[in-house]
């Protein structure tokens, strides 16, 4: 009944002529473009010189290149600080923080304690330390305190069972609640020595090793009996609480003197010491992991800067 309506002859006469001039177009339009260019570049000669437009192009690469670096910088950035706050780093720097708070909070109240007593003390709060008074605890080559130290080193016993007892994981009832930030993990007595040589062997000591550790234990031994409380109390883990450790002259009191400077009696005198060392309970394995993460996070974006 219907049949399909086939083209005239113009029509498709008239699609076939259409369709290269399209093309013919489309190459006459690019031939245009390339004039444009070459023209451009000709009269950028007159004006500008070869040499500095190349270099303008050269400086816009580098501008691209370090914004594309910025941005991936930023990126690692990004990356670094999500790391922070969903690994609780900043919890964790503020128990560190804590910690260090208390641990100059316990040692100002036994300088202050001790200087009741009538015994003057230095407290160093960015090492954690209080030294006692020095020159008079020890004769030279000795580690038998003197009478004065004996009496210096008892009182420093009992003021310690006194103090630190509210910062013990079993602390008294009458304490108020601490956090396990600001509790103690352990006391060191340490034992150093003035820098004068041993030429002999003096009685039971070789070096200043020997005689550094063999002040630390007696000290160690005075503090022991001078207050019941100290032999039981114990670290988190169930530990004794009170060690030892002994320096030698390796940690001079002022440091960088002279051989000369360090054989004065006074530096001598100063060298010759007791020490209390201060150690909170902080996680330390949860911290070292923690911040050797930060590190290699940190050494990469140095990589990624430089």
């Known amino acids: 009944m219907f049949a399909a309506r086939r083209p005239a002859p113009d029509e498709e006469?008239?699609?076939?002529?259409?369709?290269?001039?399209?093309?013919?177009?489309?190459g006459v339009v690019f031939i245009f473009i390339v004039m444009v260019m070459a023209l451009s570049l000709t009269l950028m000669d007159d004006v500008v010189p070869r040499a500095a437009y190349d270099q303008i192009v050269k400086e816009l690469s580098a501008m691209t290149a370090e914004r594309d670096a910025l941005l991936k910088r930023n990126l690692q950035l990004t990356d670094f600080a999500q790391y922070v706050k969903f690994q609780g780093v900043a919890p964790l720097l503020g128990r560190l923080a804590e910690a260090d708070a208390t641990r100059s909070k316990?040692?100002?109240?036994?300088?202050?304690?001790?200087?009741?007593?009538g015994i003057s003390v230095d407290a160093d709060l960015e090492n954690g330390t209080l030294r006692l008074p020095s020159g008079k605890l020890f004769e030279s080559a000795q580690a038998d305190p003197t009478p004065f130290g004996q009496q210096v080193i008892r009182l420093l016993g009992v003021t310690l069972a006194d103090t630190i007892s509210c910062y013990l994981p079993a602390a008294p009832a009458t304490c108020p609640p601490a956090k396990s930030s600001s509790v103690l993990s352990a006391?060191?007595?340490?034992?150093?020595?003035?820098?004068?040589?041993?030429?002999?062997?003096?009685?039971?000591?070789?070096?200043?090793?020997?005689?550094?550790?063999?002040?630390?234990?007696?000290?160690?031994?005075?503090?022991?009996?001078?207050?019941?409380?100290?032999?039981g109390m114990k670290n988190a883990e169930g530990k004794s609480l009170v060690g030892v450790s002994g320096y030698a002259?390796?940690?001079?009191?002022?440091?960088?003197?002279?051989?000369?400077?360090?054989?004065?009696?006074?530096?001598?005198?100063?060298?010759?010491?007791?020490?209390?060392?201060?150690?909170?309970?902080?996680?330390?394995?949860?911290?070292?992991?923690?911040?050797?993460e930060l590190n290699r996070k940190l050494g990469g974006l140095d990589v990624e800067k430089r």
């Open 13 to 26: 006469e008239k699609k076939d002529i259409f369709a290269p001039v399209a093309d013919l177009m489309v």
């Open 106 to 117: 316990i040692l100002l109240t036994l300088k202050q304690r001790l200087s009741d007593e």
């Open 249 to 292: 002259d390796t940690r001079p009191v002022t440091e960088g003197l002279s051989d000369k400077q360090r054989a004065e009696k006074n530096t001598m005198e100063a060298d010759r010491r007791i020490e209390v060392r201060l150690v909170m309970a902080v996680n330390r394995e949860a911290v070292e992991k923690t911040l050797d």
């Open 187 to 231: 006391i060191y007595i340490e034992g150093h020595t003035d820098a004068a040589p041993f030429r002999t062997t003096i009685d039971r000591f070789r070096n200043n090793w020997d005689l550094s550790a063999a002040r630390a234990i007696e000290a160690y031994r005075i503090v022991r009996e001078s207050d019941p409380r100290i032999p």
